[in-house]
Structure formats: C-alpha cells, structure tokens
C-alpha cells in the first residue's frame, strides 16, 4: 500500500508552490515533512487531500492512479487530513460531527452511528460524550473526535497539519501514543511540522522542503544540525551589515502582555532606541504577529506599558497609533494594505494627507506618477493594485507611508520578492533609520534578520524566548532556536 | 482599464440581452401572444401619449432616485436591502408634512422633500447602526426594517391617520392640494418635471460624489476591503454609516414624490417595490449611477406597458415582471461568465 507522489507541480500565479515533488513512503511508517514556512508543504497536503487539484504530477495509492478533485475523492481513496484548525461544526453535537460526510442514504442512522462512535474511540482510547455539543470539546478532543471519523471513514493515509499546535502535554502524548499504534497496523501517518523535537521524537522518515521542492529525504534518526541545514539553506555569510546607528530610546516597553489564540507574551521589558532595528524571529503563528498587531493598536495589549518617544500609547486606538507616527505594513499586501479595484493614483489620493474635499485628478495623477518614478514601481497611474506584481505592490506600500515616522512595524517586508526588490525595499526602510525611526519587522528569512537587524527576538509558541544581539548569533542558533532547541 | 479589456463584457452583455430578447418572445408566444405586436403594445402602453408619457417619467423618478441611493451603499460594500422601508419612512415623514404645515406650496413642497430626505435617512441609520455597533448583517437588519416600516404605514393609515369616519387601508384623506409636488403643463398634459429634475440631480451628485471627492474615494476603498481601508487609517464604521444616512436620504426622496408626486395621499402599498426593482437595477449597471437612468426607464416602461397587455390581449400584467426578471437573470449570467473567463485567461497567462 505504498504511497507515491510522482512530480506534482502547482503555481499561483508566478509563484511556484510545488515545484516538481516526488516522495515515495512505505505502509507502517509515520513520515515527517518538514520545512519552514512558504515551503510548500500546506500546498502538497492539500493537493494529496483533494483541496486544490495540482497542475501537474500523479498520485498514486497501492498501485493504483488516484483522481483526487475534492476531498470526498481523496477520503474514498483512503486518505483523510487532519487540519490545523479541527474542521469541527462547533453547534452540533459531537455524534452528529462525526456523522457528518459519512456516505450512504439520505436518512442519518444515529444509533448505529453512536454504537460506531463508542466502538472506535474505545478501541482508540479516546472518550467523548456523544450528545454534547461539540462547542465543549478543547482543541486536542476536537483533532481525537476528527482522527476517529477519518479512521472510521476508512483512512488508510492520514495526514496531520501542526497537530500539536494549541493541545496540552497529555493529549500530545496520547496523539503520538495513537499515531504510533496506528503505523504500527500499517497506516501512513504523515506528520507535517516545523517542531524539530516533535519530528525526532516521533517519525520513522522525514522529507525536507524548501521554496516548493524536496531538499532532502532521510530515515531518522538525522542529527538535527543537518535537517536546520537542510530547511534553511546553505548559510550565506551576510554581506557587511550596516553600521548601526540607535539614538535615545524611543520606544519603551513595560511588563507588556498580549494574549490571543497564538500569542501569550508576559512582562517583556524592552527599549528600542531611534534608529534601531530589532528582528522577530520564529517560524508562522509563533507569536509575533500578535506582538505587532499590539504594537500598532490593531489588537489592545492586555498589560503593561509601552511608550513612544514619551507619549503613552498603550490605551492609544490603532488610528491614534497612526497619528503619533506609527506605520504598521501587514503581510498580506492585498488583503491588509492595498485595495483591490483602486488603481495607483486612487491610492495616493487616497492616503494624501490635508486634502480638499474634491479630488484634483489631475493633481493626483501627477502625483501618482511622482511617486512610480521614485520607488521605482512597474506600472501607470491607472494600474489597478492586483495587477502589480508583488514586488511592485511592496514597492507602492512603501510609497504611500507618511514622510516621518517613529515607529515602522512590517511583517514579511520581503516575503515573495526576488533579490533585486528585496534589497530595494531594504534601501528604502534603511533611509527611514536614518531620519531616527524605530524599525520592528517579523521575517521568516534568517539572512534577512541577521542582515538587517540590531538585535533579533526569537518568538516560540507565542512567546519570546530569547534576545540575541544580530552580531553575536548566526543562522544555526537561530534555526534551532526556531524549532524551540537551544543549540547543545 | 482599456478598450480591450472591457469588450468582452461589452459583447457578453450585447449577448445576454439578445438572449432574454429571444426567451421573451418565446414566452410570450407560448402565452399565445405574437411577439412584435406585445412589443409594440408595450411601447405604446409606455410612450404612447403626452399622458402615458408623463405617466411613465412619473414612476420612473422614484426608481432612480432609490437606485441612485443604492449606488453609494453598494459603493461601502452594503447590501442595503432596508431601501424599501427607507423609500417607506420618507414617504411617512414626508406625509406628516403634508397633513400638517399651513401654508404656501414654496414653503411646504420644500420641507416635505427635506422631510422625506431626513425620514429615510434615519431609517437607513438605524440598520446602518445594527451593522457597525450591533455587528447585524444589513441583509436581516434591513429586511426586518422593511417590515416594520411597512407595519407603521398600516398602523397610520388605519389608525391615527385614517380618514373621517372609515378605517379601511384605502390609504389616508388626499392631502390638500398646495402640497402636491408641482407639475408644469406641457404638451397639453400635466409633466412632473420637478420630480424628473430630482432624478436627475441626484443621479448625477452620486456620480460626481463618488468620482470626483475624497469621500467618494474613501467609501470605495471601505467598500471593496474594509480591512485595507482600516489599515490605511479610515474610519471604516463612519464611512458605512454616511453611506447609510446618504442611500437613505435618496430613497426617503423617492417616497416623498410616492407620495406628494403620485397617490397624493399615504397608502399601505406606497414603496411600489421600487426599492427591490432598484437593486436590479443597480446590478445591470454594474453597480455604477452613469447607466441607471436608462435601465430604469427600460424597467419601468416594461411595467407601465405589460398593462397594455392585459387590456389588449387578455395577458396577466404580470408578464411585466417576468420580462424584467428574464433580462436580470440572463444579463448577470452572462456578464459573470465573461469576467470568469477572463480571470481564467489572465490567471492562465501568468503573471501582469
């Protein structure tokens, strides 16, 4: 029953995904993928569990050619995935979740259902109250309660997304206890995660991923400096940082707390000085978005204190964050920055400060063109933001940032950007630290933070969990301080 | 936006309406009615005379100013389905006016149209208010304000404002006359040029708005991503709300001249689904105020013609409705599968 994934490819737009996959993994074997974020090992899950339909490539189960274009074709075939966020229907009760996409008549047989339910979560060790509603269950039951339909379903593959992402200790060990019974009846578990320790611990075999292609493929155990090696790259010495230049304290923060579903950050104390800039570390939903999104107001911190340049913005609304020169660049280009529809010159018009009420369009044409010449954007005054291309939506992003700021906040500044845009988006953030602006940026690319940065924190499970000075460190601390290992 | 890349829109329009023009004629001769000659009847129901003609302009005003009110909540990303009870609350506002003020028709006519305006307003705020603080969808909010606003009128007509010695739901006492929306004699017959000139600068001020102003600018922007738009700094909630009290406005308008221009009197009945009729209207205009004026006459010479039908030809003046709905349906069809078409072209061709 082995399964094969022979040259899968899938492009968004230019951005190639799954570039030519090919893994091979035997019956009985609790398989790792690792890689860092942007890998491309949500998009081959996916694909292997009938989300999305590959480009190109075959898959194939025990010999046979599988045609998967929607995950009720996958989980006929035998595959079943386990999501990040347990697919559950929080208003019904658990025995109707598990019913649920079970194939058959029209008419749902609850009490063979229930007889099925008790049956297999017995046998699995698991326990549930079939009449509650499944509102009641923490995160880890919801993932038992999914991993009991999938396997009652018939799932001879499982695939499980960042299983221990958000469940206790004891329910972590009560999964690995079960996957491993499970691989021992001859399932394929295949367990995708960019927790090193949890890989180590638990797979038989690992695929490494790297920029949608397979870097590297091994039987455990690997000493773990060669899968950071593998996930990250060959470290490239960063070319000459540049000369740090951090004034007076300009940010300042106090026993600062924030607490989300990801973040849990408790009485950090930090000061930023003008012109530093300070990197965050950490592989995707680690905690630093929260951190940023407090920063810049979006989200209340729920303690604390943090000052800017003086003035006390902890109670600050996000717009009152903008107002005393904070600027906050999200990830998401077109979903939390530009405007989908609106062309270059509606952007400028529309970010304009001290405007009349009537648009001068030709005014803000000439103005847009301004700005195309001097941050370099491939495109017209009429180009709408979704037909730029990613470098060229960063590059208008920064455009429209207000000409002095204290506080520049940014989330992947590089994120999808080839070299020569990434460097040129650096140049620009680079004269900012220049007129004495603070810079906090989350990147996932450690050339980026050790290149750029003053001193980088390293965030884990919603925490940070290190300090290091950018000059003292190199990419192999930071890569196992990622995974949550401290280098032996 | 080029030429080019608009045209196949242009063409799957062309298309779709040749289509529901071909489905129509087929229903029609299903009905037992030759085609052409319910075409003709139609047009003559519609723009046959002087009278019909002023008939015509004078149920068409209501539809585009309604429309034209659609256009700016549509421009925040709303779907203001509440501008039936909007079009209701302006018209109720715009009746008390016209019971009550003494007086002159300069001074009257002036204070039921601001009436009407500050009625339908405030009833567009109020699902306006639902939606930013009460997190209620505009969809429910504004559906249950319709039936509300339709129960008040009820309640007025057979209540507080019923006539001298009945309560029956034939509507109130005709208001006196120096409150009537004015018409100007014109080619032997009574043209309510004043309610058509209303239509007109309130289409336009809509285009102008959000075209040419920062506001207007700002609404689109909260309207195509509110999340954007609150990332850049606008006040997203302030913005939905102004949508609301000026989409309000426009239709609280439109029951002003329901009122004061048409029945001169409140009726139950007294939006004449004319704020229904408007979101179609608004989506073959591709949700723009440049071509409601047209649409909405194509619409409601339909209506007022398809009577003709059943005077002439013995047919339901329902098949009114059903003409309208077949081109709805046929026009958004085809224009969806044009636009998702060219996303497969651009997405297959890569990156632009």
């Known amino acids: ?56 490539g075959e898959i194939s189960l025990d010999d046979t050619t599988l045609d998967l274009s929607s995950p009720a074709d996958a989980i006929a075939a035998g595959i079943g995935m386990l999501h990040q966020d347990p697919l559950v229907f929080l208003q019904f009760t658990v025995l109707d979740n598990f019913l649920l996409g079970s194939p058959g008549s029209a008419r749902v047989d609850r009490r063979a259902g229930l007889g099925e339910l ?36 018939g799932a001879k593959v499982l695939i499980l997304d960042e299983p221990t992402t958000g469940i206790s200790a004891a329910q972590r060990e009560q999964l690995f206890a079960v996957l491993r019974r499970l691989a021992g009846e001859g399932l394929i578990v295949l367990f995708v995660s960019h927790k090193l320790e949890e890989v180590e611990e638990l797979c038989h075999s690992v695929t490494v991923m790297r920029s949608g292609k397979v870097v590297g493929a091994a039987d455990m155990p690997v000493p773990p400096s060669e899968l950071v090696a593998m996930m990250f790259g060959k470290m490239i010495e960063e070319p000459g940082r540049p000369e740090p230049m951090i004034g007076e304290p300009m940010l300042e923060l106090s026993d600062f707390e924030v607490t989300s579903r990801t973040t849990a950050i408790r009485g950090l104390n930090l000061t930023v000085g003008a012109g530093e800039i300070i990197g965050l570390a950490g592989l995707e939903g680690s905690g630093q978005r929260g951190f940023l999104d407090a920063l810049s107001g979006l989200v209340p911190p729920d303690g604390g204190k943090a000052t800017l340049d003086g003035i006390d913005i902890t109670d600050l609304s996000y717009r009152d964050h903008l107002g005393v020169g904070v600027h906050y660049l999200p990830a998401g280009r077109l979903e939390e920055g530009l405007v989908a529809g609106l062309t270059i010159e509606e952007h400028i018009a529309l970010t304009t400060r001290e405007q009349p009420f009537f648009i001068d369009w030709g005014v ?81 690319d450690l050339d980026e933070l050790l290149t750029y940065s003053d001193r980088i924190l390293v965030c884990f499970s919603g925490n940070i969990i290190k300090m290091l000075e950018a000059d003292d460190t190199d990419g192999e601390e930071l890569g196992y301080l990622i995974g949550g290992k401290e280098r032996s | 936006m080029t030429t080019t890349e608009r045209s196949p829109l242009a063409l799957a329009t062309i298309a779709s309406v040749a289509a529901a023009v071909v489905v129509s004629a087929l229903l029609l001769w299903l009905a037992g009615a030759p085609p052409l000659e319910a075409a003709g009847l139609i047009l003559e129901g519609a723009f046959g005379s002087a009278d019909k003609i002023a008939n015509t302009l004078l149920a068409w005003t209501p ?31 715009a009746s008390f006016v016209a019971r009550e003020m003494p007086g002159s028709p300069w001074i009257v006519v002036p204070l039921t149209i601001v009436a009407g305006a500050i009625g339908g307003a405030l009833w567009a705020l109020l699902a306006g208010v639902l939606r930013t603080k009460g997190n209620v969808n505009e969809i429910f909010g504004g559906l249950g304000l319709d039936f509300l606003a339709l129960g008040l009128t009820v309640y007025l007509v057979i209540g507080p404002w019923s006539r001298e010695g009945t309560a029956s739901t034939g509507g109130t006492d005709i208001f006196r006359e120096e409150a009537w929306l004015p018409t100007t004699t014109l080619f032997g017959t009574e043209m309510p040029l004043l309610a058509v000139t209303m ?13 040419g102003t920062r506001f207007g600018l700002r609404l689109k922007a909260v309207g195509r991503n509110p999340r954007s738009a609150f990332v850049l700094g606008i006040p997203n909630d302030r913005y939905i709300l102004n949508a609301f009290a000026l989409g309000g406005a426009l239709a609280g308008i439109a029951g002003t001249v329901q009122v004061t221009g048409f029945q001169h009197k409140l009726v139950p009945a007294i939006s004449g689904g004319y704020g229904f009729l408007g979101i179609l209207v608004v989506l073959l205009a591709g949700f723009s105020a440049k071509w409601i ?59 632009t």
């Open chain 2, 199 to 211: 239509a007109i600068v309130g289409t336009l001020l809509v285009y102008y708005l959000l075209r």
């Open chain 1, 118 to 153: 008790s049956r297999m979560s017995e046998e699995l060790g698991f326990s549930f109250d079939p009449l509650q509603s499944a509102r009641t269950l923490t995160v880890g039951e919801r993932q038992q309660l999914e991993i009991t339909r999938l396997l009652w379903l």
């Open chain 1, 364 to 444: 803000a044409e000439a103005n847009a063109q301004a700005s195309i010449d001097e941050f370099n954007v491939k495109g017209l005054p009429t180009s709408t933001a979704e037909s730029l291309s990613g470098g060229n939506q960063q590059r208008l992003l920064l455009s429209l940032m207000p000409g002095y700021l204290k506080l520049l906040l940014m989330e992947h500044p590089t994120r999808g950007l080839d070299i020569e845009s990434a460097e040129y988006v650096w140049s620009k953030i680079l004269q900012r630290r220049s007129r004495r602006t603070s810079i906090v940026f989350a990147s996932a």
């Open chain 2, 63 to 93: 539809l585009v100013l309604a429309s034209a009110g659609l256009v700016v909540t549509f421009a925040a990303g709303m779907w203001n389905i509440g501008v039936e009870g909007q079009i209701v609350a302006g018209a109720i506002a």
């Open chain 1, 1 to 56: 029953m082995t399964l094969e994934l022979r040259g899968i490819h899938k492009h968004f737009g230019a951005v190639r995904a799954n570039d030519g996959v090919s893994i091979s993994i035997e019956p009985g074997t609790l398989h790792g993928i690792l890689g860092e974020n942007g890998a491309g090992k949500s998009t081959l899950m996916k694909v292997l569990s009938g989300f999305i339909e590959a480009d190109a």
């Open chain 2, 293 to 351: 004026a047209p649409i909405a006459l194509f619409f409601i010479a339909v209506s007022v013609g398809s009577t003709t039908l059943e005077l002439r030809l013995g047919l339901d003046s329902a098949f009114g409705g059903v003409l309208q709905g077949v081109i709805v349906l046929f026009v958004m069809f085809g224009t969806a599968i044009a636009a998702q078409r060219r996303r497969h072209t651009t997405a297959r061709s890569g990156e």
